[in-house]
Structures are given as structure tokens and as C-alpha cells.
């Protein structure tokens, strides 16, 4: 089974308004982190958010926020206010256990803000 | 700007050449990792080293190896190259190990080595 799984291959959004990208992980131990990275077209990989298995709450970063529910074992991103900047791809991406710190990587979103 | 160093940006080589990628993590940073991203493969964990020794290994070839010197940058190696091996290689870097919350591990530009 795929440790994370992002079911939108492409997205669309219109400037300045809200869209959120789908994340699913699956695992069965109780310690994990998932992130979320955006790939623009120059290929570099930039951390946005991280939000641990045992947080209280979910994380925010600015105009990124997760929305995490453990009981799904879903984590999508929101992103509020879409600018034109932010058309990439997302990956979603999940470390598994407490002694490990690889990332398990999902197949990405790409998002297109439209103006 | 992660703070993550990798060179070359660019590299094309030929089939059967051996290439070595440079990585400089951020300051600080103990942990080194290495990342595949291909097209038909997406990204994949390669190696992970931390303080200079070997931490985890995940899907890397035997063709490939790398190392973490005493100042901390690392090299992956790679040789006898196929055309399948062209891909993005990224570097990243965390302050730990292990999974501790927070960890946050930081990733480089990338190095896109075509194999012609």
C-alpha cells in the first residue's frame, strides 16, 4: 500500500481565493510527521509546513495551514488567499516511527492559480 | 534559499560515465540525505548519513554510493551511468537523526543530471 497518497494530479484556483490539496497517509505507527513541500518549475523542493502525530493542533504557517485528521489519516493543505506564485506542484510527504527520517513522498498535486 | 548547497545545477554525462553531486547542508545541520525525483520512479529516499557514518539506506543502487566528510558536506557518487538514471538528485539536511517533532528537513536546489 502507498504510504501517501494524493488522489489530484491538477488543480485550479483563481487568484485570491481558497484551495485545498488532498492528503492520505497510511501507517500504523503512532509517532509520524507529515510535510508538505511545494516544487515550482525551477525544481527546487521548499518546505511549507510540518505537523507531528501527537500536535494538539493543526499547524499554520502563514497562508498554509493543515488540516489534520488523525482519525481519517488525512492531512491536506489549505491555501488561503491563492497567488499567482503559488502555482507548483505540492507534495505531501510523511517521516514514519521515531527512529526514522526518511520521507515517504506522494505523487504530487499541481496547482495553477488562475488570474 | 534552505540554506542547502548542492552543485553542479546542471550536468550531462554519457552513458557509462561515473559523476559525483556536492552537497553543503544547512549550518549547523548534522544529517545529510539523498533524494532521487525521476519521472517514472517520483522521489525516492537514497541514503542518509549523519555525523559522518552511514544512518539509513533506502533505494539505492549498488552503482551509487556517497559519503559525509569531517566538515560535514557530502558527495553522491554515481557510475557506470544508464539513461535511467537521469533525474533530479536533491540533498537535504536536518539538525537530527532521528524523528523528533520539528525535525524539519530542509532540501537544496537539486542537481538534474542527463544521462545521454
Known amino acids: 500500500a502507498q504510504k501517501i497518497t494524493q488522489t489530484q494530479p491538477g488543480m485550479f484556483v483563481q487568484e485570491k481565493e481558497a484551495v485545498t490539496l488532498d492528503c492520505t497517509y497510511d501507517t500504523s505507527d503512532p509517532s509520524y510527521g507529515l510535510f508538505w513541500y511545494k516544487q515550482p518549475s525551477s525544481g527546487e523542493m521548499i518546505f511549507l509546513i510540518y505537523q507531528g502525530s501527537y500536535d494538539q493542533q493543526n499547524a499554520t504557517e502563514g497562508r498554509y495551514s493543515l488540516n489534520f485528521q488523525k482519525a481519517r489519516k488525512s492531512a491536506n493543505l489549505v491555501i488561503s488567499a491563492s497567488q499567482l506564485g503559488d502555482s507548483a506542484m505540492y507534495f505531501c510527504a510523511m517521516r514514519e516511527g521515531r527512529r526514522a527520517n526518511n520521507l515517504f513522498f506522494g505523487t504530487g498535486t499541481r496547482l495553477t492559480v488562475i488570474p | 534559499d534552505s540554506g542547502v548547497t548542492q552543485t553542479p545545477k546542471h550536468l550531462i554525462t554519457a552513458t557509462g560515465q561515473r559523476v559525483t553531486l556536492r552537497c553543503s547542508p544547512r549550518s549547523g545541520d548534522l544529517s545529510v540525505y539523498w533524494y532521487q525525483q525521476s519521472l517514472d520512479q517520483g522521489l525516492q529516499f537514497l541514503i542518509q548519513?549523519?555525523?559522518?557514518?552511514?544512518?539509513a539506506k533506502g533505494n539505492i543502487l549498488e552503482r551509487f554510493s556517497a559519503q559525509q566528510f569531517p566538515d560535514l558536506h557530502s558527495e553522491l557518487n554515481l557510475s557506470s551511468l544508464e539513461l535511467g538514471d537521469s533525474a533530479l538528485y536533491f540533498c537535504?539536511?536536518?539538525?537530527?537523526?532521528?524523528?523528533?517533532?520539528?525535525?524539519?528537513?530542509?532540501f537544496g536546489e537539486g542537481s538534474w543530471l542527463t544521462v545521454v
Open positions: 548519513y549523519y555525523n559522518g557514518e552511514e544512518r
Open positions: 537535504a539536511s536536518s539538525a537530527t537523526p532521528q524523528g523528533a517533532a520539528g525535525n524539519t528537513i530542509y
